[in-house]
T-cell receptor, first 110, second 116 residues
Framework: GQQVMQIPQYQHVQEGEDFTTYCNSSTTLSNIQWYKQRPGGHPVFLIQLVKSGEVKKQKRLTFQFGEAKKNSSLHITATQTTDVGTYFCAGKDSNYQLIWGAGTKLIIKP | KAGVTQTPRYLIKTRGQQVTLSCSPISGHRSVSWYQQTPGQGLQFLFEYFSETQRNKGNFPGRFSGRQFSNSRSEMNVSTLELGDSALYLC???????????????FGNGTRLTVT
């Protein structure tokens, strides 16, 4: 079946370093959503990207949707402790079914 | 506006029992989706209900079932519980069906089920 591969599974960073997670689909997506789940919490919707090549920013977070609408990335500049959590992408396939990535866990090194 | 409410928050059951979880969506939301999340796993889709009809179903055995009422509240039932059913069960609501173009999900806090 259709899959959205998300890498890396974990990323350890020092506070202040940057963080990036990538999602890749084998098929073209109609749109892609990003969610954040804090430890012990539930996923919270961050953003939806719709257009080919779209780039959206939310403060230190930059979201990109690839030209072919098969890949997406989330980049966090100068991470803070409040960024800790697991980031999920979820792409809508041609049938508008939501296909979830496995998530990338952001860990801040002490 | 109140968020998505799931009850109970925690549940301990023994193997072979059955359990019912409840989800009240955000007011006005007609779609309710259920997910299973285990440690280190992503979100595994169980099913979606929209206007009391099951719209989509994930790859789970028939022991997992659900329903939606006319007020959009939803229940999920798991029969003949197995140890592997221990997980966080998340409910998410959206204004329109997930299969619509624009339908961000709003998740509840989840029900943590432990099967012993």
């Amino acid at each position: 079946g259709q899959q959205v591969m998300q890498i890396p599974q974990y990323q350890h960073v020092q506070e202040g370093e940057d963080f990036t997670t990538y999602c890749n689909s084998s098929t073209t997506l109609s749109n892609i959503q990003w969610y954040k789940q804090r430890p012990g919490g539930h996923p919270v919707f961050l953003i939806q990207l719709v257009k080919s090549g779209e780039v959206k920013k939310q403060k230190r977070l930059t979201f990109q949707f690839g030209e072919a609408k098969k890949n997406s990335s989330l980049h966090i500049t100068a991470t803070q402790t409040t960024d800790v959590g697991t980031y999920f992408c979820a792409g809508k396939d041609s049938n508008y079914q939501l296909i979830w990535g496995a998530g990338t866990k952001l860990i801040i090194k002490p | 506006k109140a968020g998505v409410t799931q009850t109970p928050r925690y549940l301990i059951k023994t193997r072979g029992q059955q359990v019912t979880l409840s989800c009240s969506p955000i007011s006005g939301h007609r779609s309710v989706s259920w997910y299973q999340q285990t440690p280190g796993q992503g979100l595994q889709f169980l099913f979606e209900y929209f206007s009391e009809t099951q719209r989509n179903k994930g790859n789970f055995p028939g022991r997992f079932s659900g329903r939606q009422f006319s007020n959009s509240r939803s229940e999920m039932n798991v029969s003949t519980l197995e140890l592997g059913d221990s997980a966080l069960y998340l409910c998410a609501s959206s204004l329109v069906s997930v299969s619509s173009y624009n339908s961000p999900l709003h998740f509840g806090n989840g029900t943590r089920l432990t099967v012993t």
